[in-house]
Structure formats: C-alpha cells, structure tokens
C-alpha cells in the first residue's frame, strides 16, 4: 500500500504511528522485526503481560531501533492526527476500539475473543465497523485433521458456528467482518454452506487487501 511505504527523502522511516498488540502471539508480534531498520524507536502499544512475554524480542531490536513501549488505557488516547483509540480487556487478549475524533465514527478490532464478556458486546454493538475473530468454524477443527490438536477455546477464540455467529448476527453494528480465519475454516471456501451462512446472517468475510474507510 503507497501510504505505507517510507517518505522518499530517506529510507529509514514509516508512517506507521504505532503498533497496537492484543497479545504475544509469535504471529501477532513477530513482524516488529520488519522495522528494525528504521531511525526513531518504534511506538507500540501492548499490556504489561504481553510486554513481559516480548522480552526476547525487546532485547532483539535494542540493537537496532528499539521499542518505545506505551501504556493502554480503557480510556480513548490519540494515536495520531484525529485518530483514538482504547482497550477492552479480554481474558488471555486485549481488543481495540478505534475513533475517529472528527466525526466519530467508531471500528472495533477484536481477533483473538476466547469470551463474549459484558463489555465486548456493549463495544460491539456501539461500534461502526467490527473486526472479529473468525479463526475457527468449530471447536474441533484442528483435530479433525491432526488428532490431539487444541480445541479452538483452548487456544483463545471463540468458534463461528456456535459461539459468535448469532452475535453478530444480532448485533446493531453497521458493518461486520470476520477476520484472522486460520486456512482450515470452511468460510474460506467460495462453494461452501458455511460460507453461504455468513454471509446470509449479513457478515462480511475478510480477504488480502481490503481497505476500509471510516
């Protein structure tokens, strides 16, 4: 995407305000390697438990641009220009709700959800736009393939087909889109009934590249 790629006057920068971690997830985390080149500290914003769990990757980039670590708040705290944003703590993840200050208007992002707590659904339902975790159909997705796999709640999220569909499916939310989908859901098969139920309960599925504007 052009408008993240660094100013043409030096190589050595990014027009990423800031990096937003729910967790400590090696997928989640590990892509902080990419900006190690860059000249100032890179600004991310995480939990003090994921803080703790990234030392090793702390230590990593010290040697190169280093990380200057910043507090989350269930507060809204600007992030840049007229962008906030807050945290909604989960049990094992945090989620994001975003706004923007102009005309507040509101996204939610929220992919790794092991429980539907009280305020989760309130932020889903007062939000514009929600990002949600749509890793696993089922519970026992992965152990279908690989016998003594970890169930989907297990790992943290919560399934689609009994566990947030109809949520979502109910919610007031104006736009909802099923995101961070491990390549065993079935709703990423274009023929598959799965995928037709999403999409008939009026949510989206996310794909490479999409772009929202908010």
Same mark, same amino acid.
């Given at each position: ?19 937003? %971690? ?9 892509? %902080? %390697? ?13 939990? &003090? ?12 980039l010290a040697r ?18 007229n962008v906030s ?47 949600? &975790? ?33 949520? %979502? ?33 009026g949510i989206e ?10």
């Amino acid at each position: 995407m052009p408008r993240l790629q660094p100013r043409r006057d030096s190589p050595r920068n990014t027009p990423v305000a800031g990096v937003l %971690l729910t967790n400590a997830d090696i997928d989640h985390a590990l892509g %902080l %390697l990419l900006f190690r080149e860059q000249e100032m500290p890179l600004v991310v914003y995480a939990a &003090d438990e994921t803080r703790a769990a990234l030392a090793w990757l702390d230590g990593i980039l010290a040697r190169f641009c280093g990380i200057d670590w910043r507090k989350i708040s269930p507060e809204f705290q600007t992030l840049s220009g007229n962008v906030s944003f807050r945290a909604i703590e989960l049990p094992r993840s945090i989620a994001f709700q975003f706004r923007d200050d102009s005309s507040g208007t509101t996204a939610l992002f929220a992919p790794s959800v092991g429980e539907l707590t009280d305020e989760l659904r309130n932020t889903v339902h007062g939000s514009d736009v929600v990002l949600f &975790d749509g890793t696993f159909w089922s519970d026992g997705e992965l152990a279908a393939i690989r016998p003594g796999a970890r169930s989907a709640r297990q790992m943290n999220h919560l399934p689609i087909g009994d566990g947030s569909l109809d949520f %979502l499916h109910q919610s007031p939310a104006g736009r909802k889109i099923y995101t961070h989908i491990n390549n065993t859901n079935p709703i990423l098969m274009p023929s598959s009934r799965e995928r037709a139920h999403v999409k008939q309960s009026g949510i989206e599925i996310a794909r490479d590249g999409l772009e929202i504007v908010i």
